[in-house]
């Protein structure tokens, strides 16, 4: 066994990295070809309030953010669905009204500062046995329904309206995927940080939409972008000490380049 | 008219005064009429008219402040059995061409309505209405290209493909014609025709192309917040209906190209 997986913390934050490495550009694919990519970072503030909830009242913190995520995701498409307000502003109240709560919630008990932190940009050392045991039976039920949905999101993405005339139930279905993508959202935060998991859902599938693909194929890249990031992101920030999330990220950056080099070598 | 023995097909698609309103304003006020089966039927009328709306409200993708639609004896909103139903809507409603996906993935999708969740593979029959599909609108060849290297004329066949690959009994299309050359126009309302004829599909085309329409539809519905008038095209065209719909200035307009 490598060095580095004789930790149990690392084993742990191994294992949660990959469910996170997995959902994430499921997840994500179908935010970025509807132009909804925001909505990640809308939900992961949402979420921080839940998580200075959690804090403040000794909760688990995770279970604090999959339950403000998880209200606010219907919050938002029971908005964007009566459509008085267009898709962007519904974002950026939450967003916004979000990150209000967390700060107001942090500043009500001090003292838990650096907690915090390592929820803003993710952390190895905080993934504990009960988180990973939530991360994966989430990420496993997120997995499931999104490969027995797939077909159906496939078509709302493209034509909601073809297919809802059609008989598909276009809004029971939009409903079940913001709750998917807040689910996905609140169980990332550990691993990469609120601050940094928009930017894993979507920077993957960025760069595999650069090598022009099926739609399959470009979900089936972006699954292997995440992974490579997730891994090596983990290995790096382990061996140089380097913030977990960000590490993550830029190797996804790289990635991302690479593939826009090759696009326009061809 | 009385001598000739004619089988007169059943009613497909029923509406009764239906009235629709947004925010207040009157769209739709009215409107009742039937479409046998079999039809083909054209829906004119100028922008802003209602045309868009009344698809809608046929679909169930609306409910109508006042009256009712009845699609194969069912009530709209509460028909069950919806995957009979195709309807390629304008392309501005549908998501832009830089969607990373495949003709066939496009096309496939359109038998997405039909299948039952646990079971997601494609069965023989679904092979066999793609490939219809596919060589019906001729883009068998274009199957594994992706949609964003594709010209409007080809998009067009492939949203009608997707639209086949259902074997619809009812198929509705929304200004299939926005941004597509004449010639390619003509190929796709003279396609449009043949699957009428051949397969006994109905059709219901909206469209402002006047001339096009009248050509090569069977029944043509005139709307303009209400129905202005309905039925064949060389009776319409003999009570000109033309000047009635679009008022004197459009059809000086259409005269003079």
């Known amino acids: 066994m490598p060095e580095i997986l004789t930790y149990e913390f690392m084993q742990r934050a191994f294992i949660a990295g990959i469910v996170v490495a997995i959902t994430a550009p499921l997840i994500g694919q179908f935010l970025v070809v509807r132009r909804y990519a925001l909505l990640a970072d809308t939900l992961a503030h949402v979420s921080l309030a839940g998580i200075a909830l959690g804090l403040l009242l000794h909760i688990q913190p995770l279970f604090g953010a999959l339950a403000t995520a998880v209200i606010a995701a219907i919050g938002i498409e029971r908005l964007r669905h009566t459509e008085r307000l267009s898709g962007e502003s519904v974002l950026a109240l939450f967003l916004s009204g979000g990150l209000a709560t967390a700060v107001v919630l942090i500043s009500l008990a001090h003292g838990f500062n650096t907690n915090l932190f390592s929820y803003l940009f993710g952390s190895l050392t905080t993934v504990g046995p009960t988180d990973l045991l939530v991360i994966t039976i989430l990420g496993i039920i997120v997995l499931v329904l999104v490969t027995l949905f797939y077909h159906r999101l496939f078509y709302i993405s493209y ?25 996905t959202v609140s169980l990332s935060i550990r691993i990469v940080g609120a601050l940094l998991i928009g930017a894993l859902m979507v920077i993957p599938v960025l760069a595999a939409m650069q090598w022009r693909q099926s739609f399959f194929r470009t979900l089936l890249l972006a699954e292997c972008f995440a992974l490579i990031s997730v891994v ?35 | 008219m009385h001598n000739t023995p004619i089988i007169v097909k059943p009613i497909a698609i029923e509406a009764s005064d239906l009235t629709f309103r947004y925010d207040r304003e009157v769209v739709l006020e009215r409107m009742s009429f039937s479409i046998r089966h079999g039809e083909y039927v054209g829906i004119l009328g100028p922008n802003g008219g209602g045309k868009t709306t009344l698809i809608k409200l046929i679909l169930g993708l609306l409910e109508p402040e006042k009256g009712s639609v ?36 496009l096309v496939r999708s359109g038998r997405t309505p039909h299948h039952h969740l646990l079971s997601p593979f494609l069965r023989e029959s679904d092979t066999n209405a793609i490939r219809w599909a596919l060589h019906q609108t001729g883009i068998t060849k274009l199957a594994r290209r992706r949609i964003t290297t594709l010209s409007g004329g080809q998009l067009q066949r492939v949203f009608l493909a997707r639209a086949l690959a259902a074997k619809p009994t009812l198929l509705v299309l929304d200004e299939p014609d926005a941004g597509v050359d004449q010639v390619t126009q003509t190929a796709f309302y003279e396609l449009l025709g043949e699957l009428n004829k051949k397969h006994g599909l109905t059709i219901l085309l909206v469209s402002h192309d006047v001339e096009v329409v009248t050509r090569h539809v069977n029944h043509i519905l005139c709307v303009h917040k209400t129905l202005v008038c309905h039925g064949a095209p060389q009776t319409l065209l003999r009570e000109h209906f033309v000047e009635k719909l679009y008022g004197d200035k459009k059809a000086h307009v259409e005269h003079t190209h």
């Open chain 1, 159 to 183: 034509d909601e309206q073809g297919a809802a005339a059609s008989g598909i139930r276009a809004n029971a279905l939009n409903t079940l995927f913001i709750i998917l993508a807040a689910v």
């Open chain 2, 70 to 105: 009845t699609l194969f004896d069912q009530h709209g909103q509460e028909l069950r059995n919806r995957a009979s139903i195709a309807y390629v809507p304008q392309r501005s409603a549908r998501t832009d061409i830089s969607f990373p996906a495949t003709v066939f993935e």
């Open chain 1, 232 to 266: 090596s992101g983990l290995l790096i920030s382990f061996n140089f000490d380097l913030a977990t999330g960000g590490t993550i990220v830029l190797v996804a950056l790289v990635l991302f380049l690479g593939s826009l080099l090759v696009r326009n070598a061809r």
